[in-house]
């Protein structure tokens, strides 16, 4: 379906061109219309399926027919901040024909002195991180009164973050005529019950769920006898030369920053990415990986929501996600666009059940590989009491890496039940 079939103005119409857009996807043909339409929607949509635009484009057709207004009339709600900066930078993209459209972020990190001068200047689009949000709100700076349109995007990461409080908190500061449009990975749970409080008798809409095949991206899985051997492993996938551009997840800030020291020594244009670092150096980190000054990004989960690098050609996963759902998130950041991608699993050989808890939510399983000369010489533990299972592996062609060391703090290492030492959720 292309564009000009949704009932856009004409000026939204030639900025999408002007962006390379030609066809609408399945969640941008199914939603706007119905959002233009002024209906509450309640839509599942996975990452990378085009779910910003498919509330973005209504958002401002809304703008594009009202008066204008000192007050925001249109509120983005995210979970990270680099989500916000990637709906804002959208806003701008899809609106730049439109006069006098005004987006600011609001964001935490960002220094209040500059936010303040923002928000004096005035708004028609806010897109907000709750928290820093609801304290701008309760120091009188924003007045949501006038607002026309609530979107929450990635409503399940928020609830995840534990916003659910300030989310509330916020929505009753804003009109009951208000048009909600809610997007979740999942609308099950926790979202149904804050759906069927927020929103009037909703369009539902579900889309390419977390059970998606992901037919673009090839998941690999490779099992480690230890953390040396995983590093072996990394550095023998980073020097492959079909690798364009890969982010490496880990579990923790401080693997994070070790690993991408690591890295650096061994030659590899790389930056670390996690929620201890300033915006400042977090915006200067996407912008140098989006110019391709950065080959390798070693992050945590932080950048598994709103990273947009088309260039992403490996996801790694250094450190299995503690969530299986946040699997899903972390490989969607390769084969965007409708390019292709391949994500990679580094997992202990005792952490079998929790690859087996990933391929249970995706419906999916994960084929194991080998790299001649880097097997495991452990077996691949199992449930207890059961042996373990007989999976032929798919062995590689190519040769291993140089590296044959391995980063390690002295106090991680490999616990009994293939967890790091010395970790915690707070260490993230």
Do not use: C
């Not at 939603?31 to 910003?52: F, H, M, N, W, Y």
């Not at 990679?344 to 399983?365: G, P, W, Y």
Request: no cysteine.
């Amino acid at each position: 379906m292309t564009f000009e079939s949704l009932g856009l103005d004409a000026r939204i119409l030639e900025a999408v061109a002007a962006a390379g857009y030609v066809d609408a996807t399945d969640v941008q043909a199914r939603a706007v219309p119905e959002a233009i339409a002024g209906r509450d929607l309640l839509v599942s949509s996975q990452t990378g399926s085009g779910k910003t635009a498919a509330f973005m484009l209504p958002a401002l057709q809304l703008l594009a027919t009202e008066a204008s207004a000192k007050a925001p009339r249109i509120l983005v709600l995210t979970p990270t901040r680099e989500l916000s900066m990637q709906v804002t930078r959208a806003a701008e993209t899809y609106g730049r024909r439109l006069k006098k459209i005004r987006t600011v972020s609001i964001v935490g990190g960002m220094p209040y002195p500059l936010q303040n001068r923002l928000l004096r200047q005035g708004a028609d689009i806010l897109v907000a991180t709750p928290g820093r949000l609801l304290d701008q709100m309760q120091s009188g700076r924003i007045d949501l009164s006038q607002l026309k349109m609530l979107v929450l995007d990635e409503a399940d990461r928020m609830l995840d973050l534990g916003f659910k409080d300030d989310i509330e908190a916020i929505v009753q500061q804003t009109p009951a005529t208000r048009q909600t449009l809610l997007f979740s990975a999942t609308l099950d749970g926790n979202i149904a019950r804050l759906a069927a409080s927020m929103l009037k008798d909703p369009v539902r809409i579900d889309v390419a769920g977390h059970q998606t095949k992901h037919e673009n991206i090839e998941q690999r899985l490779h099992f480690a006898d230890d953390l040396g051997h995983k590093n072996r492993l990394l550095d023998h996938l980073l020097r492959d030369a079909a690798m364009n551009q890969a982010i490496v997840f880990t579990s923790t800030k401080r693997a994070a920053d070790d690993l991408a020291s690591n890295l650096n020594e061994q030659g590899f244009a790389v930056a670390a990415l996690h929620g201890d670092m300033k915006q400042g150096a977090r915006n200067r980190t996407l912008q140098a990986l989006r110019r391709g000054g950065v080959r390798v990004l070693v992050a945590t989960d932080v950048a598994a929501r709103g990273i947009d690098v088309q260039g992403i050609s490996h996801v790694i996963n250094f450190d299995l996600p503690r969530q299986a759902e946040d699997y899903v998130h972390r490989i969607g950041r390769t084969g965007r666009a409708g390019k292709n991608g391949i994500a990679i699993s580094l997992a202990n050989v005792r952490e079998h059940f929790q690859v087996k808890l990933i391929e249970r939510f995706t419906t999916q399983r994960i084929p194991v590989s080998t790299i001649p000369g880097l097997e495991p010489k452990q077996a691949v533990a199992a449930k207890p009491g059961r042996a373990p299972e007989a999976r032929k592996p798919v062995r590689s062609t190519s040769k291993p890496g140089h590296f044959n060391g391995g980063w390690k703090p002295a106090s991680q290492g490999f616990g009994k039940d293939g967890a790091r030492r010395g970790t915690t959720p707070r260490d993230r």
